[in-house]
């Protein structure tokens, strides 16, 4: 869990909302939606990641774990990131005796762990094993036992997760994330430079069991300063950087895309622009003027969400990964009962729009709404179309050569259901809601 969040001006807020989605920002009455079936964009991205697998607790309670393996398949979910997995993950659970032999595979307890991995690597193409703790304060933000140690400690958990130490696995697509946001003390109460030093001996110990394992970080909170000197130093120190991972948490869709662009120039910067850059933590949030949890349960959330993947399709980030998944009270994508939320039912649209799809032009004529479009191999099109205003918006639909087959809604009151949204051409969709629009050529009436 991080605290990473940026604040944008209104004008600068839709000027990045034009320039990644190709939106002209009109002044009108009516806006207006229009799909272009024969401009092909290309593939998708793909942003179905979470943080914590499909082992999870129920709200707080910890001791209870639910499966939520059948809806994580059905969302498709492709990336999971391990970092606050109930204590699962943490390095004095793994290695509990600071004054244990970290060569011997009697000091360690992977046991939790390995339930979590296995179930994750059996719904995610990869998983990212985040090495240090779940969110604490003191003295949790720190090593507990000296450099050294953890070190070789290190070694050892990826060891046993790639090479089979210690009765492990052979797994090829876990990547190693070391440390998380060591740019603000909740996590870090250590010096930048003693966190630079941990990263480079921790960094090239688990590239010397097999360079082609992957390892990345430094997982900032916000802080762009703090990754430019880290990037600097794992340059300057020959520290292996194979991916970037950084943070974002905002009420404002654009923030994230926008974060994106820093992070990217500073990675351009330090010869490090084609290595994988990964928002591998960010959900909807204000830490400055916090909501209850409750908001998590809204469908405000959900379509912050699905407006914030779409804007980022077109920023320089190649993942990314919700805060998170499962069923915690803050994030989660499910009830501590295991019930969905309204967000779980914005992914499956998402799915429904990008797997197997090519992306079709579309241009939005207005200030309120977001869309994209996608076309299957049958011809069929898809188009999601995005309100994250407090307004009820009418607009225009224009899809030349093709008529509305079935409009599903996420909103108040509709969980990805069918709703009569268009009357001819003209549509209207509700505040704070999102809906998916199958649409087949005309000729086949």
């Known amino acids: 869990m991080g605290f990473a969040s940026i604040s944008l001006p209104c004008p600068y807020f839709l000027a990045v ?52 393996s059948e809806f994580y398949a059905r969302m498709g979910v492709r990336v999971i990131r391990f970092h606050d997995l109930w204590v699962a993950d943490e390095l004095d659970t793994i290695f509990p005796d600071a004054n244990a032999d970290p060569a011997d595979l009697k000091s360690y307890n992977f046991a939790l762990l390995d339930r979590h991995v296995e179930k994750a690597l059996g719904v995610a193409n990869l998983l990212i094993l985040r090495v240090g703790y779940d969110i604490h304060r003191t003295p949790k933000n720190k090593p507990h036992v000296s450099m050294d140690k953890l070190v070789e400690v290190s070694k050892r958990i990826a060891l046993h997760y790639t090479k089979g130490w210690a009765d492990g696995y052979y797994y090829k697509n876990i990547w190693f994330e070391i440390w998380n946001e060591p740019d603000i003390e909740m996590f870090w109460a250590l010096s930048e430079e003693e966190y630079f030093a941990l990263y480079e001996k921790v960094a090239k ?57 820093g992070v990217h120039e500073v990675m351009v910067k330090h010869g490090y622009g084609s290595a994988p850059s990964i928002l591998d933590e960010w959900n909807y949030g204000d830490w ?53 939320r309204k967000a779980f039912y914005a992914w499956l649209a998402y799915r429904e729009l990008i797997e197997g799809k090519r992306r079709m032009a579309v241009e939005v004529a207005g200030r309120n709404l977001l869309a994209s479009a996608s076309k299957g191999e049958d011809g069929s099109v898809r ?60 000729k086949q009436s």
């Open 17 to 68: 909302i034009a320039v990644l989605m190709g939106i002209a920002l009109i002044d009108s009455s009516k806006e207006r939606v229009v799909v272009h079936p024969d401009r092909d964009l290309g593939g998708f991205k793909d942003f179905r990641g979470v943080n914590c697998g499909p082992l999870s607790p129920r709200g707080w309670d910890s001791s209870s774990l639910l499966d939520l």
């Open 205 to 261: 110990a688990i590239k010397s069991i097999d360079l082609e394992l992957k390892v990345g970080g430094p997982a900032i909170a916000y802080r762009i300063d703090f990754l430019d000197r880290f990037l600097d130093y794992a340059r300057s120190q020959g520290a292996p950087v194979d991916f970037v991972t950084w943070h974002v948490y905002s009420t404002k869709p654009g923030d994230l895309a926008a974060k994106a662009q």
């Open 288 to 340: 400055q003027n916090p909501e209850p949890f409750e908001v998590f349960d809204t469908s405000k959330v959900a379509v912050f969400q699905m407006a914030a993947a779409l804007l980022m399709e077109d920023a320089p980030v190649d993942m990314a990964a919700l805060y998170r998944g499962d069923a915690s009270v803050f994030g989660g994508l499910f009830r501590a009962d295991g019930k969905p």
């Open 383 to 442: 188009l999601l179309v995005i309100n994250y205003s407090k307004e009820r918006i009418a607009y225009e639909l224009v899809v030349e050569g093709y008529k509305i087959d079935n409009v599903l809604a996420v909103d108040d009151q509709h969980e990805l259901e069918p709703v009569e949204a268009c009357t001819g051409s003209t549509c209207t969709i509700e505040p704070h809601a999102m809906q998916l629009a199958l649409l087949r050529e005309s």
